[in-house]
């Protein structure tokens, strides 16, 4: 069945009933003037056969939306014309904007059948009529055929890029949704990985401030060098975590600020260490990454993840020692923090040099009360196509270990 179409505008913007105006005028004109040119010299072009050319156009005007209804109406009013002896006009003419408009708006098969039922029709007249066959093949049946053949393939092709356009539009509008959506999944996903950010950075801070506090306040009064380096350090620490604070908001200002918080990569864990040795932990750092390997991305979450490990020692592990290694292996970065807390081995804390892996199959019970950081570096690794193992290490301590990609994929 042919497809509804509305009245008004088409999809591209043109006036449906001007068009329809425009091809029932045409159909009106073409066969009022091949009655008054009486081709034949019949001498019958009365009124009658003029009434039935404006009734063809009038017809043109509804096969938009009843086609199939306006082209079985044409072919019966084709036969009455003849029925009634007028002019001949010939038996295609007449309908060819009725089987334009059923092939335009998709009763193809109908205007297929009702062109094949005209021809036919046409032919048998004529050899009734005892037309010489040869005249009847070489221009009657082939002229009734081309004019059929080229109004029906004619709504074809207009249906055809009508549709095309349509087609073009939807996967505009869907290419643009989805765009819209991945822009909606991606600040979903930036506003996660600040959130995170602030988490790390501003736990670090707090971390240092509280234990330089409580160094401060058991010196006072009994070792003043000892609580104004204390206070100096919280204001060290207070500065940065300011200068962070400014840089993430200009972050969100502007992505392209991001550039601008530098100390966020393998080249601010020096300063990283400094600041947990000021709280009172020793710290090793042995960093084997050669320049520019890893992609800005991975090295800010390696950077994260040792700021949240350490972070964890200074309010968990009561450990005096930590160790952190970072190095590439082929093209993974493997990034480890061990401290030397309770459950160390009897010297203390780990054997010099070494750094222990974490058990497998470590039991939640093993990691410290600050699990939710822990979630966070999990997390963050997955993002980014890594992991994150922690757990007690095999000489005793704790230790996260963190396995993420030097390149991010594709």
């Not at 059929?148 to 509008?173: F, I």
Request: aromatic share 4%.
């Amino acid at each position: 069945m042919p497809r509804d179409v509305p009245a008004g505008r088409g999809p591209d913007g043109v006036d449906q009933r001007l068009t329809d105006a425009l091809l029932a005028t045409a159909q009106t004109l073409t066969v009022a003037l091949v009655v008054a040119a009486d081709l034949e010299g019949t001498g019958r072009a009365a009124l009658g056969a003029y009434v039935f050319a404006v009734g063809f156009g009038v017809l043109v005007l509804a096969g938009r939306r009843v086609p199939v209804a306006v082209l079985v109406l044409t072919v019966l009013g084709v036969f009455a014309y003849y029925a009634l002896d007028l002019p001949p006009i010939g038996i295609a003419l007449p309908a060819v904007a009725a089987l334009y408009r059923a092939a335009d708006v998709g009763a193809t098969r109908w205007a297929v059948g009702a062109g094949s039922v005209l021809v036919a029709v046409a032919a048998w007249a004529r050899v009734a009529d005892g037309l010489p066959t040869s005249y009847l093949l070489s221009y009657e049946l082939l002229t009734n055929v081309a004019l059929v053949a080229a109004a029906v393939a004619l709504g074809v092709s207009v249906r055809a890029r009508r549709e095309t356009r349509e087609s073009q539009e939807r996967l505009r509008a869907l290419t643009a949704a989805e765009q819209a959506r991945e822009a909606d999944r991606r600040l979903q996903a930036e506003r996660v990985r600040i959130a995170q950010d602030l988490h790390d950075s501003v736990g670090h801070t707090m971390s240092v401030i509280a234990l330089q506090s409580n160094v401060a306040a058991e010196a006072i009064g009994r070792d003043d060098e000892t609580a104004r380096r204390a206070v100096e350090q919280i204001g060290a620490a207070t500065s940065d975590q300011l200068r962070e604070l400014r840089a993430t908001v200009k972050l969100l200002r502007s992505p392209a600020a991001g550039a601008e918080r530098g100390t966020v990569g393998l080249s601010g864990l020096d300063r990283l260490a400094e600041g947990a040795r000021e709280a009172g932990l020793g710290v090793d750092l042995d960093v084997d990454v050669p320049g520019g390997c890893l992609d800005g991305a991975i090295e800010a979450a390696a950077y994260r993840i040792v700021q949240e490990s350490l972070t964890n020692v200074l309010r968990h592990s009561r450990a005096a020692h930590a160790a952190v290694t970072a190095g590439v292996r082929g093209d993974r970065l493997e990034v480890v923090v061990a401290d030397d807390g309770p459950g160390a081995g009897p010297d203390g804390g780990p054997r010099p040099g070494t750094v222990h892996r974490p058990e497998v199959g470590a039991r939640p019970e093993d990691e410290p009360p600050g699990g939710a950081g822990l979630a966070g570096m999990r997390e963050r690794a997955a993002v980014l196509g890594g992991e994150v193992h922690a757990g007690r290490g095999t000489g005793g301590g704790f230790v996260v270990h963190a396995v993420l990609p030097t390149r991010l994929a594709p």
